[in-house]
Each structure stands twice: as C-alpha cells, then as structure tokens.
C-alpha cells in the first residue's frame, strides 16, 4: 500500500467529521436564541414599583454601574435609573430581610442578568450563577428560602452555584416574570422528556419482540421433537392444529394464530401448554 492508495479513505473521513460538526451545529444554535430571548424577556421588564426598581439594580451589582455585561443588561440598567432617585436611596439599597416579596424577585431578576448564565444542550437544562465569593453563600441561602435549593461550589476563587434542574430553572424563571420564552424552555423540557418516554416504550417493545420470537423458535422445537415421537397422534387434534399453523407461521401472535385457526386465545394459549408440557415429557422419557 502506498500513501496515495490511503489517501481516499482519509478523504472519505473528512465530510463524516464536517457533517457531524453541521448536525451539532444545527443542534445548539435554536437553543442559544432561546437563551437570548428569556434573557431579554426579563431585561425588558420594567418593574412598576420605585422600591423594586432600587432592589433590581442592586442585583445587578456592578453590572448597573457602568460595567455591563451585555447592552441590554446596560440599557437596563439605565432605565432603572430615574432621575428622581436620590443618592440616598440608592444607598440605602437592598435588605433582603426586609424586603417585600416583590422587591426580593426584581433584586434576583437583577442577579440572574448580571451573574447568571443560561445554557441549554443536548435536552439538558443549566442554570448558573458566578459570584464573587462573599456572596455565594447569602444568594444560596436566599434562593432556599424560596424554596429553590441550589447547589454550589468554589470555582478560580469565585462562587458558582448550579441547577440542572429543568423544572427547577423554569420555575425560577416564571418567578423572575419569564413569559413567553420561559414557556418555549418548558415546551422544549417536556418534548426532550416525551422523546425519552418514546425510546424508552420502542425499547420496550423490542425486547417484547425479542421475548416472542424466542419463545416461538421455542415452540418450534417442541413441535419438532413431538412429531417425531409416539405421543404426537395422542395428542387432541386442536393442539396438533395449533402446532402445525405454528410451523406455518412462526413469527405469528397468539392472536393471529387464534384467528387463522378460528379458535380462541385461550385455547391457542391452552395448547402450548400441552405441547411444552408433552415435549418435555418426550426429552425425559427417551432413554438418550
Ligand atoms: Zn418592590
């Protein structure tokens, strides 16, 4: 073999990868528009109340003051602040244990912009907060209180805390106020887990298929054995029916079988019986 007769082969793998990087492509990119689009759902809610929009820009933390993320987190942050707020009410800013419950959900809202990333892939919802380290354990502590428990961990000296919860991060964005686009993720969770049902049911019904078909090459043998034996004219003439629509057909269900024959199930079901129990006696009683 020389190098110019591997050549082709080599070239043959090449589109295989191109096209796997195409179909993975494909997979991520309606998942990342979806993370946009919760992400200015939430941006573009403009809390009504001048306490909430106080507690929303104090999520935002930095990001409010000039260092924002994204342009639309810095829109935001602009919005929420109106001229006639004061600097002593901005100072004064945010007390969660005080905090009436509508202020508590705009802070958050703030955090998620500012810190949280939303990340989508493969079925698998993800949800994560990166804090300063200070902080991780209060917005932990917080976020249980609400009764949505997050687990965490220390990360390049920076607090991460994570849900990989579906259900969890859909009801953490409902309650940040996610409409629409929370709706889509949750669309998106149920038609992944309705996906997996399906496997699961096909799986399922291959293995029902693989349990008959051995069954029925089961009954072949015994048929097999018993026509070459005394007992098989002993036998009631509706078994040896049965036995000889099976060898007919060996991949047909009870139910068919029962329907070519004009019998019933029952006596398709009754007639294997005896024939398993007539092969059985057969491979005992011969002397070898
Ligand atoms: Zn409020």
């Not at 209060?138 to 949505?148: H, M």
């Not at 009754?270 to 009683?285: D, I, K, N, Y």
Request: hydrophobic content about 45%; aromatic content about 4%.
């Amino acid at each position: 073999m020389t190098a110019g007769a591997r050549l082709p082969a080599a070239a043959r793998r090449l589109p295989a990868a191109a096209r796997r990087a195409r179909a993975l492509a494909g997979v991520e990119r309606p998942d990342r528009d979806l993370v946009a689009t919760v992400r200015a759902e939430l941006a573009a809610i403009e809390p009504a109340r001048r306490c909430c929009r106080i507690a929303e820009r104090a999520g935002l933390g930095t990001a409010a003051s000039g260092r924002a993320r994204t342009p639309v987190v810095g829109r935001l942050a602009v919005r929420l602040l109106e001229p006639a707020d004061d600097a002593a009410a901005a100072a004064a800013g945010f007390d969660w244990p005080t905090a009436a419950a509508h202020c508590r959900v705009a802070w958050l809202r703030g955090v998620f912009l500012a810190r949280g990333s939303l990340s989508l892939a493969y079925g698998r919802t993800h949800l994560e907060f990166v804090v300063p380290l200070p902080e991780m354990v209060p917005l932990a502590d917080r976020l249980a209180e609400l009764g949505l428990p997050i687990s965490r961990r220390v990360r390049r000296s920076r607090g991460v805390l994570t849900w990989k919860s579906g259900d969890t991060v859909v009801a953490f964005l409902r309650r940040l106020g996610g409409a629409a686009a929370t709706l889509d993720l949750e669309t998106r969770s149920v038609a992944h887990s309705l996906r997996g049902h399906l496997n699961r049911v096909v799986n399922a019904e291959n293995s029902n298929l693989a349990r008959s078909v051995a069954s029925a090459r089961r009954q072949l043998e015994q048929i097999e054995l018993l026509r070459h034996s005394a007992d098989w004219e002993r036998l009631p003439r509706s078994v040896r029916a049965v036995a000889e629509a099976r060898r007919r057909a060996p991949e047909a269900s009870y139910s068919e079988l029962a329907a070519q024959l004009d019998a019933s199930r029952a006596l398709v079901q009754r007639a294997f019986a005896t024939l398993e129990a007539r092969a059985l006696g057969v491979g005992h009683g011969r002397p070898g």
